[in-house]
C-alpha cells in the first residue's frame, strides 16, 4: 500500500508562548533549555500530524542561539516536515521573537530534528512524501538529503564514542 505524500504546510505547526520570570536565567532571558523543550514540542507536533502516527525524536541538530529572548518578548515558533525518508521525518524550526511593546521582531534560533514514526509496538513504520511548495520549502527539501547524511556519520561516531566509553563507573 502506497502512502500519498503531503504538501508541507499540511504540517505547519505554530507556538508561541510569553517569556515570564520563572522562564528566564540570571541575565533575564529565556533560559536555553525551555527554548530547546519548546523546539522538540512544536516538532513533534509537526512530525504527527505529517505521519499522523506516533513519533520520537532522533536526533536534533545543533541549535543556534542566534539572538537573546528577553523576559517580556513573546518567543513564537514555527515548524514543518521539510523531508522526509522511508520512516523519518526532517522538521525545520524557525524561532522568533518579539517586543510586545513596540513590535519589533527578531529571528532567535534555527533547529532541524529528525523523528521517526512508529506503530503500536514501536517499530518504526513509513511515513508520507513531503511536496514542497514555497522556494523556501523547496531550498529545505533540496539540502535535507546532505544533512541526512551528516546525521548518519554523526549517528556513527555517536555509537563509536558509546562503545569507547560504555557504562563503566567514573569512579574505577
Known amino acids: 500500500m502506497s502512502i500519498s505524500p503531503k504538501k508541507v ?8 508562548s510569553h517569556v515570564l520570570p520563572p522562564d528566564t536565567n540570571n541575565h533575564g532571558t529565556l533560559f536555553g533549555g525551555k527554548l530547546m523543550a519548546y523546539i522538540d514540542d512544536v516538532a513533534a507536533i509537526a512530525a504527527t500530524r505529517h505521519a499522523r502516527k506516533y513519533v520520537v525524536t532522533a536526533s536534533s541538530d545543533s541549535v543556534d542561539f542566534l539572538h537573546p529572548i528577553k523576559e517580556g518578548y ?12 522511508r520512516t523519518s521525518m526532517e522538521v525545520f524550526v ?8 513596540t513590535g519589533d521582531r527578531e529571528l532567535c534560533a534555527l533547529s532541524f530534528l529528525t523523528f521517526v514514526a512508529i506503530d ?16 523556501e520549502e523547496k531550498g529545505l527539501f533540496e539540502g535535507a538529503a546532505k544533512r541526512a547524511e551528516r546525521r548518519r556519520k554523526r549517528r556513527d561516531e555517536s555509537k563509536q564514542l558509546a562503545q569507547n566509553f560504555g557504562t563503566q563507573k567514573p569512579w574505577e
Open 9 to 16: 504546510r499540511e504540517s505547519r505547526t505554530i507556538k508561541s
Open 74 to 85: 513573546s518567543v513564537c515558533l514555527e515548524a514543518f516536515v521539510s523531508w522526509s525518508h
Open 94 to 101: 524557525k524561532v522568533v521573537s518579539e517586543n510586545l511593546l
Open 120 to 135: 503500536e509496538d514501536g517499530k518504526p513504520t513509513p511515513v508520507p512524501g513531503v511536496i514542497p511548495e514555497t522556494e
